[in-house]
C-alpha cells in the first residue's frame, strides 16, 4: 500500500506530486496503481495554492484516496495544540477536502507520527481514524533527509520486521491479503524521480524475504485500498506501534 505525505506539491512546472501520479499511472510494474495521499489543505507552499487544491481534485479524479495530514500553513504537530485548536484544525481540514474532493476523508496520518489519546479522539470526533506505517522511505524533506544512499537495505530492514508481525498472525487480513503500508513523500523531488525505482525495490525485497506477493502487489480500486487502510489503522493510544526512525524514542 502506497503513501504519500506532506503534499501536494505547489510548483509549477516539473511538479513533483504530478511526477508521482504520471507514474502510479505508467510504469514497468504494474498501471493504474491507486495510493493513499496525507494532504496539507492549507501548507503556504502546497495544498494551500491553486496548484494545490488542483492536484488534490487530481488526485481525487484519478482514483486515489485523499487522505488529511495537516490543515495548517506549517507541519504542525497536532499533540502540542490545545484541544480546542486541534478541534478546530481538524474540522478545517475535513471541510477543505469535502470542498475539492465531495468527499469527507477517513483516514488522517499525525504530522512527525505524534499522537496521543487526545489526538485519537479529535480524529474520532471528525471521521476520522490514524494510519501509521510499516515502511518507511525516510525521505522526508523536513527531516534534512532528501537522499537515500541505502533506499534498498533500509526498505529490506522494515520489511524484515513487518514479516515477523505478519508471520505471528499479528497484521489485518482484508480481500485476501495482508496490507503492507509504504511511507514516501511526494513534495520530496528525488522520491518523485525515484518512485519507480522504489517500487522495483519493494517488490525485490519482497522476494528475497519470501514474503508471498497477491497477483497485482499494489493496489489499484480505490474502494478496496481504503477498506485494507482502515483495518490497518492504530486507535488506541494504548497501542505502541514501532514508529519510524527516532520518533518512538523521541514521544515515548
Ligand atoms: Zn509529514
Same mark, same amino acid.
Given at each position: 500500500?502506497?503513501?504519500?505525505?506532506?503534499?501536494?506539491?505547489?510548483?509549477?512546472?516539473?511538479?513533483? =506530486?504530478?511526477?508521482?501520479?504520471?507514474?502510479?499511472? #505508467?510504469? *514497468?510494474? +504494474?498501471?493504474?496503481?491507486?495510493?493513499?495521499?496525507?494532504?496539507? =489543505?492549507?501548507?503556504?507552499?502546497?495544498?494551500?495554492?491553486?496548484?494545490?487544491?488542483?492536484?488534490?481534485?487530481?488526485?481525487?479524479?484519478?482514483?486515489?484516496?485523499?487522505?488529511?495530514?495537516?490543515?495548517?500553513?506549517?507541519?504542525?504537530?497536532?499533540? @502540542?495544540?490545545?484541544?480546542?485548536?486541534?478541534?478546530?484544525? $481538524?474540522?478545517? /481540514? %475535513?471541510?477543505? !477536502? %469535502?470542498?475539492?474532493? /465531495?468527499?469527507?476523508?477517513?483516514?488522517?496520518?499525525?504530522? @512527525?507520527?505524534?499522537?496521543?489519546?487526545?489526538?485519537?479522539?479529535?480524529?474520532?470526533? #471528525?471521521?476520522?481514524? $490514524?494510519?501509521?506505517?510499516?515502511?518507511?522511505? &525516510?525521505?522526508?524533506?523536513?527531516?534534512?533527509?532528501? @537522499?537515500?544512499?541505502?533506499?534498498?537495505?533500509?526498505?529490506?530492514?522494515?520489511?524484515?520486521?513487518?514479516?515477523?508481525?505478519?508471520?505471528?498472525?499479528? $497484521?489485518? %487480513?482484508?480481500? /485476501?491479503?495482508?496490507?503492507?503500508?509504504?511511507?514516501?513523500?511526494?513534495?520530496?523531488?528525488?522520491?518523485?524521480?525515484?518512485?519507480?525505482?522504489? $517500487?522495483?525495490?519493494?517488490?525485490?525485497?519482497?522476494?528475497?524475504?519470501?514474503? *508471498? !506477493?497477491?497477483?497485482?502487489?499494489?493496489?489499484?480500486?480505490?474502494?478496496?485500498?481504503?477498506?485494507?487502510?482502515?483495518?490497518?489503522?492504530? &486507535?488506541?493510544?494504548?497501542?505502541? *506501534? +514501532?514508529?519510524?526512525?527516532?520518533?518512538?524514542?523521541?514521544?515515548?
Amino acid at each position: 500500500m502506497l503513501t504519500f505525505d506532506d503534499g501536494p506539491a505547489a510548483a509549477d512546472s516539473d511538479n513533483p =506530486t504530478v511526477r508521482v501520479l504520471e507514474t502510479l499511472a #505508467h510504469n *514497468p510494474y +504494474q498501471d493504474n496503481i491507486k495510493a493513499v495521499f496525507f494532504t496539507q =489543505t492549507r501548507a503556504w507552499h502546497g495544498g494551500g495554492t491553486d496548484t494545490g487544491r488542483a492536484l488534490i481534485r487530481r488526485e481525487h479524479a484519478e482514483g486515489h484516496v485523499v487522505a488529511l495530514h495537516s490543515a495548517t500553513w506549517f507541519h504542525s504537530n497536532h499533540r @502540542f495544540m490545545s484541544r480546542a485548536t486541534l478541534d478546530e484544525t $481538524m474540522q478545517r /481540514g %475535513v471541510d477543505d !477536502l %469535502v470542498a475539492e474532493t /465531495g468527499v469527507a476523508p477517513k483516514l488522517v496520518r499525525p504530522p @512527525f507520527w505524534a499522537y496521543d489519546a487526545e489526538t485519537l479522539d479529535s480524529y474520532r470526533q #471528525h471521521g476520522m481514524q $490514524m494510519l501509521l506505517t510499516d515502511l518507511n522511505a &525516510n525521505d522526508g524533506k523536513i527531516y534534512g533527509i532528501n @537522499f537515500s544512499w541505502h533506499k534498498r537495505s533500509n526498505m529490506l530492514t522494515h520489511l524484515a520486521e513487518t514479516r515477523k508481525r505478519w508471520a505471528a498472525g499479528a $497484521m489485518p %487480513v482484508v480481500d /485476501g491479503s495482508t496490507p503492507i503500508v509504504v511511507t514516501f513523500h511526494d513534495v520530496n523531488t528525488y522520491t518523485s524521480r525515484h518512485i519507480e525505482e522504489y $517500487m522495483g525495490i519493494l517488490l525485490d525485497v519482497a522476494r528475497e524475504l519470501d514474503v *508471498p !506477493l497477491a497477483a497485482k502487489p499494489f493496489y489499484d480500486d480505490r474502494e478496496e485500498l481504503e477498506r485494507a487502510a482502515l483495518a490497518s489503522t492504530v &486507535n488506541s493510544a494504548d497501542a505502541k *506501534p +514501532q514508529l519510524p526512525g527516532l520518533w518512538n524514542w523521541l514521544w515515548q
